[in-house]
């Protein structure tokens, strides 16, 4: 079982990570409309990686018995 403060912790990196992932898919978005696509390809590598990183802290809080909270997101700066 996890401490409430580490399992609030651990819930509040997942958005962080997940709010990174959102980011860089905002500016895969945008570079895709600028037509660069080498560039618009790696920023969703980075938002794979940045999900990647938020399910590592979702498994680890659900193999120690916690309680997955997923919280709400802001909206990434499209411009
Ligand atoms: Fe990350």
């Keep these: 079982m996890l401490p409430g ?8 990196q997942i958005r962080h990570e ?23 390809r790696w920023m969703r590598a980075q938002t794979q ?6 399910m590592r802290f979702f498994k680890h809080i659900v193999e120690r018995g916690g309680r997955v909270h997923l919280q709400a997101m802001a909206e990434p700066n499209s411009e």
């Design 5 to 12: 403060k580490v399992e609030a912790a651990f819930n509040e």
């Design 49 to 54: 990686e940045e999900v990647t990183h938020a």
């Design 18 to 40: 997940l709010e990174s992932a959102y980011l860089y898919l905002a500016m895969a978005a945008w570079f895709d409309s600028a037509g660069l696509v080498g560039m618009a």
